[in-house]
Nanobody, 112 residues
Framework: VQLQASGGGLVQAGGSLTLTCTTSGFNFRYNDMEWHRQIPGKQRELVASISSGGYTMYAESVKGRFTASRENAKRTMYLQMNSLKPEDTGVYYC???????WGPGTQVTVSS
C-alpha cells in the first residue's frame, strides 16, 4: 500500500489550497478513505472521510470550508480547503482506515 499526500504550502488566512492523495497497492474504488491532520501540540485528528460511494463526513471545525472528493479511475482523493484559518496549520495525511495506514503528510501553513 502506498499513499502520498501533496499540495500543501503556505497560504494567507482566507485563502485556499487543494490537497491530493495518490494511491497504489490496493483496490481504491472499494475502500473508504480519510484525511487527518496533526496540529502542533495536539493529537492527530480526523478532518474528513469519504466512503467508497462518495459519502462524506467532516469534523465540525472544517464543515462548510473543506470538501473531500475522489476520482476512482485515477485512484486519487482530494481535499479542497477554502477560507483557511491559522488554526488549520498542520501536517495533513491521507489514510486508509480499513488497514489503519497513513502515508507521509504534507505541511499546510496558514499565516494571519
Amino acid at each position: 500500500v502506498q499513499l502520498q499526500a501533496s499540495g500543501g504550502g503556505l497560504v494567507q488566512a482566507g485563502g485556499s489550497l487543494t490537497l491530493t492523495c495518490t494511491t497504489s497497492g490496493f483496490n481504491f474504488r472499494y475502500n473508504d478513505m480519510e484525511w487527518h491532520r496533526q496540529i502542533p501540540g495536539k493529537q492527530r485528528e480526523l478532518v474528513a472521510s469519504i466512503s467508497s460511494g462518495g459519502y462524506t463526513m467532516y469534523a465540525e471545525s472544517v464543515k462548510g470550508r473543506f470538501t473531500a472528493s475522489r476520482e476512482n479511475a485515477k485512484r486519487t482523493m482530494y481535499l479542497q480547503m477554502n477560507s483557511l484559518k491559522p488554526e488549520d496549520t498542520g501536517v495533513y495525511y491521507c489514510a486508509l482506515p480499513q488497514r489503519n495506514y497513513w502515508g507521509p503528510g504534507t505541511q499546510v501553513t496558514v499565516s494571519s
